[in-house]
């Protein structure tokens, strides 16, 4: 699994459109979980943007209470603690999306494997003194089914495995966030969070632009050096990749991740993985084990998973960025004029 920090924003940017504005749209960003958000809402007048944004903030504040590893009072870090505690919708919702996607991945996506992230060093617990003789004691802890949802509660089958939401919380939040938005009647929007994204509708009649960022070392702002522009709409978007966070080997980067099943990073040459879906929970999920998956497995499992598009930035054998797509993705995409 890809080793993440919840305020690390990778790799897509909002491309803002200029047109001749028959409907108002209004923006409101911040910060939550974290890491940025940003919101951009068709407003027909009936919504105050003000009110709307303490609205957001607050659904993302008791949903970080539910899901986030970094707040002691959560609902995930007290079933960490084995305290008696009964999982809320929200809970139960993204474990049970967590044993789909672990099983459609063939296990690359494992929500039991945040010891381990700890131990290498990241993480709200983390330990940098990692060794082989810890991760063999850790593996023992790691694997989706060892812990169950049964008459609502979680059964771990020991007590020291701990859950970790954090490869796939903020995909799901954004869906929360739609949601929400979908209850407010608002017919046109984009939601991004930490580089997370769902648009539905289109923005005056155009496709959302989304764009991607190329995979440098020293890229650090969104939107300043972009890989590829894609238009969007009514689809979910996320990106896993640790390009900032790779080792050098005859010449050839290589991401570093946490592979669940050995326990140790993965060896191989994807730096970036874009996902397409129709929620982001899943577009999350599915990203991330890519990245432990590498190129050419990612690739088989895209071509048995139409329902997924995708877009990989990798480093082949000379050590250049190349790309690879789905076809699906090819009539939405194209190159950025700042490229």
Not at 97 to 123: H, K, Y
Not at 240 to 260: A, L, Q
Request: aromatic share 10%.
């Amino acid at each position: 699994m890809v080793l993440k920090k919840s305020f690390f924003f990778l790799g897509i940017a909002i491309l803002l459109q200029s047109c001749t504005n028959t409907k108002v749209y209004d923006t409101f960003t911040g910060f939550v979980q974290g890491t940025t958000y940003r919101m951009i809402f068709e407003n027909s007048g009936k919504i105050n943007p003000v009110e709307l944004k303490s609205e957001v903030e607050k659904l993302l504040f008791d949903y970080d209470m539910s899901l986030s590893v970094y707040r002691d009072s959560s609902i995930v870090s007290k079933i960490n603690r084995n305290e008696d505690v009964v999982p809320d919708a929200w809970f139960a919702s993204v474990f049970a999306r967590s044993e789909e996607i672990n099983r459609l991945t063939g296990g690359d996506f494992d929500i039991t494997v945040g010891p381990l992230v700890n131990a290498m060093g990241f993480g709200p617990d983390a330990h940098k003194h990692f060794n082989a003789q810890m991760r063999d004691s850790l593996m023992e802890l790691v694997g989706m089914e060892k812990v169950k949802m049964v008459n609502g509660k979680i059964e771990k089958s020991d007590p020291r495995i701990k859950l970790d939401f954090n490869a796939i919380a903020k995909g799901y939040s954004v869906d929360v966030v739609s949601g929400f938005f979908d209850g407010k009647g608002i017919k046109s929007y984009l939601v991004e969070i930490g580089g997370e994204i769902r648009v539905k509708g289109s923005k005056n009649g155009k496709l959302w632009k989304i764009g991607i960022d190329r995979p440098e070392d020293s890229n650090f702002v969104p939107g300043n050096h972009l890989q590829a522009v894609l238009r969007l709409k009514d689809r979910s978007l996320a990106t896993s990749g640790n390009y900032r966070k790779f080792y050098v080997e005859d010449g050839i980067k290589y991401s570093h991740t946490i592979d669940p099943k050995t326990g140790m990073p993965a060896r191989n040459q994807l730096l970036s993985a874009t996902i397409l879906a129709s929620d982001c929970a899943t577009a999350d999920g599915i990203a991330t084990a890519c990245m432990v998956k590498g190129k050419d497995e990612t690739i088989e499992f895209l071509e048995k998973h139409p329902e997924f598009d995708a877009f990989l930035i990798f480093s082949d054998d000379s050590g250049n960025f190349s790309t690879w797509m789905t076809s699906g993705l090819r009539n939405y995409i194209s190159e950025p004029e700042n490229k």
